[in-house]
């Protein structure tokens, strides 16, 4: 079973997603608030389960999500999102049910590899992408990131052929499409 490690700015939720998750028959092993806590704590680690606000004091889940090493996975809880997989992540909208949350948590701390495992340049591929985007459209990184995310769902391409589309119409001197 992989390790939980629960991220959330407000420790009182994060003790309370603890306790929920202890009471189910889960092991969280680490709770935090930051971003780089989970960080560090991953790259001592093998695999694990993030399960994240969507923005923690330092970084966004998406984020944190492009800098965990492989085997891990992040399931970020969103009061503004909508249910989507992309990469490492799974966001949930809030409120969320219980048991979909429960069954969620379940399938990706059982799995034995990383359910949304990325290779290991992809995730330097999507950065170099996002600052292509980031530099010649004057956005931020969260902008960037949401543009490939975006573009990605439709399309039906993974985020990371996106990714590689942008920088190879890059060095051909293409002009990108507005977002």
């Known amino acids: 079973m992989k390790d939980i490690i629960i991220a959330y700015p407000s420790k009182n939720t994060a003790l ?6 202890e ?10 608030a930051l971003g780089s806590s989970v960080l560090n704590i991953a790259h001592g680690l093998n695999e ?15 984020s944190l999500a492009e800098h965990l090493p492989l085997g891990f ?3 970020s809880l969103s009061k503004n999102g909508r249910e989507s997989y992309m990469g490492n992540i799974i966001d949930l909208p809030l409120p ?8 969620t948590v379940a399938i990706i ?9 990325r290779d290991k340049n992809e995730s330097e ?4 992408a996002k600052l292509i985007l980031m530099n010649s459209k004057d956005i931020t990184e969260s902008q960037a990131h949401k543009y490939l995310q975006r573009e990605s769902m439709r399309t039906g391409k ?6 590689k589309e942008i920088i190879n119409d890059f060095r051909d001197g293409a002009i990108l499409n507005e977002i």
């Open 16 to 21: 309370q997603l603890r306790s929920f998750l």
């Open 96 to 103: 969320l049910h219980k048991d979909e949350f429960l069954q």
């Open 109 to 117: 701390v059982n799995t034995r590899s990383s359910f949304t495992q």
């Open 158 to 163: 993974k985020i990371v052929a996106v990714a």
């Open 23 to 32: 009471s189910e028959g889960f092991h969280v092993s680490y709770v935090c």
């Open 73 to 75: 996975d992040i399931i």
């Open 125 to 128: 591929i999507i950065s170099n």
């Open 48 to 62: 694990g389960v993030v399960v994240c606000a969507s923005l923690l004091s330092d970084m966004s889940a998406m």
